[in-house]
T-cell receptor, first 116, second 113 residues
Framework: AQKVTQAQTEISVVEKEDVTLDCVYE???????LFWYKQPPSGELVFLIR??????QNEISGRYSWNFQKSTSSFNFTITASQVVDSAVYFC?????????????FGTGTRLTVIP | DTAVSQTPKYLVTQMGNDKSIKCEQN?????MYWYKQDSKKFLKIMFS???????INETVPNRFSPKSPDKAHLNLHINSLELGDSAVYFC????????????FGPGTRLTVL
């Protein structure tokens, strides 16, 4: 069974602080894919990153970075020097490779509020 | 150019009515999906179509019927609407299916009175 846990329901930080959003997953598949999506107050779901289970390299994109650790089944997301525009609900998601299905299993989301 | 579009964006209707939500993607993707986001923001898949063929059909009441006239379109028809159907419905598409990134439409907020 696939499961994604985002234990942090809500986080508030002051602008320019760094913040890490945690994501822990469970799967029995050896091939799987992890994702992060952002849902700003306007409501759309914005894709941020995709990672496959064979690539444990950390990734950095501007102020965003992701730390994937198979040993702890975690795929954490760090925002450096947060800005008000980062305020949103962030979802971690998991799907398995192979087969004809691509069901994205979402975590319950972490609401990030950046205070100016 | 909008990659995945949905109409309408808002839908307010009475219990018992029948309504449809339309979705179109211009990304040339083979697979399309419907997800439901409840009031607590939890996202769950409802259906998945690959090249007009139904692939995923989660435990959804049979009042919900997806229709894919071609691989660029996936519509959702809901019969006999109930209060519990109130939610945001998202359409998404991906290149194929296995592990490919899903790109989401803007969502349709359905309110059943």
């Amino acid at each position: 069974a696939q499961k994604v846990t985002q234990a942090q329901t809500e986080i508030s930080v002051v602008e320019k602080e760094d913040v890490t959003l945690d994501c822990v997953y469970e799967t029995r598949d050896t091939t799987y894919y992890l994702f992060w999506y952002k849902q700003p107050p306007s409501g759309e779901l914005v894709f941020l990153i995709r990672r496959n289970s064979f690539d444990e390299q950390n990734e950095i994109s501007g102020r965003y970075s992701w730390n994937f650790q198979k040993s702890t089944s975690s795929f954490n997301f760090t925002i450096t020097a947060s800005q008000v525009v980062d305020s949103a609900v962030y979802f971690c998601a998991l799907t398995y490779g192979g087969g004809r299905a691509n069901n994205l299993f979402f975590g319950t989301g972490t609401r990030l509020t950046v205070i100016p | 150019d909008t990659a995945v579009s949905q109409t309408p964006k808002y839908l307010v209707t009475q219990m018992g009515n029948d309504k449809s939500i339309k979705c179109e993607q211009n990304l040339g993707h083979d697979t399309m999906y419907w997800y439901k986001q409840d009031s607590k923001k939890f996202l769950k898949i409802m259906f998945s179509y690959n090249n007009k063929e139904l692939i995923i059909n989660e435990t959804v009441p049979n009042r919900f019927s997806p229709k894919s006239p071609d691989k660029a379109h996936l519509n959702l028809h809901i019969n006999s609407l109930e209060l519990g159907d109130s939610a945001v419905y998202f359409c998404a598409s991906s290149q194929r299916y296995s592990g490919d990134t899903q790109y989401f439409g803007p969502g349709t907020r359905l309110t059943v009175l």
